[in-house]
């Protein structure tokens, strides 16, 4: 019992040596406190999350508290507060997370990752790309949770759509090409959270809390089950067969309750019950679609029993929280994008036409988006 071998190279670690010196050049995993229970092994994982907003401290927190040697990157008021009360995380009919966590504003000080995780906005991806750099050994690849259509959506899809690119996603291909489209894995998140306070995070979704993940390419590789090996531990979500068949399911309700949201400044609670937003969620739902299956993606939800399990409460929808603090929104990736997508393919969005018109108008008034 004096040793511990890792799984990821012929090497072991005497407990009486300081961790830091086994920190990883032996491949994926490097030694941290904690023991994954797999085959009487223990084995660790060294993970960035790249934005510390309401999701990213979310699962910050939760690994942490599992073991998993997580730092972040934050800044302003949200980096003060976790570099002196580390994350606080409320949950539904759970405990009360508190975790100290490795906070920084500099990536280059937090040294290379075995895994990072990306949770910042889609429109900031561009801006963080030399940043990112400094996180990155030879093969850690990325995790990229944000909403909407993602920027590799046509990566390891069959001829011709694999080389495609969406360029209003990723302009001048630095993510693609500088970054490497190679380490992206898509990731949906399923959890409503809130931050109610610098380092203090309101989680509202009772049920599942989850990251799901996939290979862009559909495999089942090595790296995914390593990733799998410690979020199943969390209980961060099973495996799924189709990451774009997940990206859907998600977006086919959040194009419909983000639009309707930011024009009725209502809850998702507040949709699903008036008789007139309700219809008009299905018919953009209907019409996401109609989208997917152009593109090679069936779905084959039915949209009505699809929004019956959209929860939400009084949880204002992340679009939302965005108008009312008067940031900057994601309307390209949730919702221009699938437009896009469907005048290419000459799929009639009549709803969606107009909705998309309406929220990038009144985002332009208030400063929120450039057209």
């Not at 005497?14 to 941290?32: A, V």
């Amino acid at each position: 019992m004096g040793q511990i071998q890792l799984t990821s190279a012929a090497t072991t670690y005497d407990r009486k040596q300081p961790i830091r010196d086994y920190r990883t050049k032996h491949g994926w995993f490097s030694l941290i406190y904690h023991s994954i229970k797999a085959h009487g092994i223990i084995f660790v994982m060294k993970v960035c999350i790249f934005g510390a907003g309401a999701i990213g401290s979310h699962f910050a927190a939760r690994l942490s508290a599992f073991g998993v040697d997580v730092s972040c990157i934050a800044r302003g008021k949200q980096l003060d507060a976790i570099r002196e009360n580390g994350i606080t995380l409320h949950r539904v009919n759970q405990e009360t997370l508190h975790a100290k966590v490795n906070a920084s504003d500099d990536p280059a000080s937090l040294g290379l990752q075995d895994l990072v995780i990306v949770t910042v906005k889609s429109y900031s991806l561009r801006d963080i790309v030399d940043q990112m750099k400094e996180l990155l050994g030879p093969e850690t690849p990325i995790i990229y949770a944000q909403n909407g259509i993602p920027w590799w959506y046509f990566y390891g899809l069959d001829k011709p759509s694999k080389e495609r690119r969406i360029k209003s996603l990723d302009p001048g291909g630095r993510l693609w090409d500088e970054l490497g489209v190679h380490r992206a894995i898509g990731g949906v998140v399923y959890s409503a959270n809130t931050l109610e306070s610098p380092g203090v995070v309101r989680n509202t979704s009772p049920g599942r809390n989850w990251l799901q993940i996939g290979e862009p390419t559909g495999l089942k590789s090595v790296r995914l089950k390593k990733i799998h090996d410690v979020f199943n531990e969390v209980d961060m979500g099973p495996p799924i067969n189709d990451i774009r068949y997940t990206v859907w399911d998600k977006l086919m309700s959040n194009m419909a309750t983000g639009t309707i949201s930011c024009l009725t400044h209502s809850t998702i609670n507040e949709l699903q019950q008036n008789e007139e937003t309700h219809a008009l969620a299905i018919g953009i739902m209907n019409e996401a679609m109609a989208i997917a299956n152009s593109l090679g993606t069936s779905i084959d939800i039915d949209p009505v029993e699809r929004f019956k399990l959209t929860k939400g409460g009084s949880h204002k929808v992340s679009m939302l929280q965005d108008l009312e603090r008067f940031h900057r929104m994601e309307i390209d990736s949730m919702v221009g994008v699938p437009l896009e997508l469907a005048q290419k393919a000459n799929i009639k969005v009549p709803i969606l036409s107009v909705v998309v018109t309406l929220l990038k108008h009144r985002a332009y008034l208030l400063g929120l988006y450039n057209t």
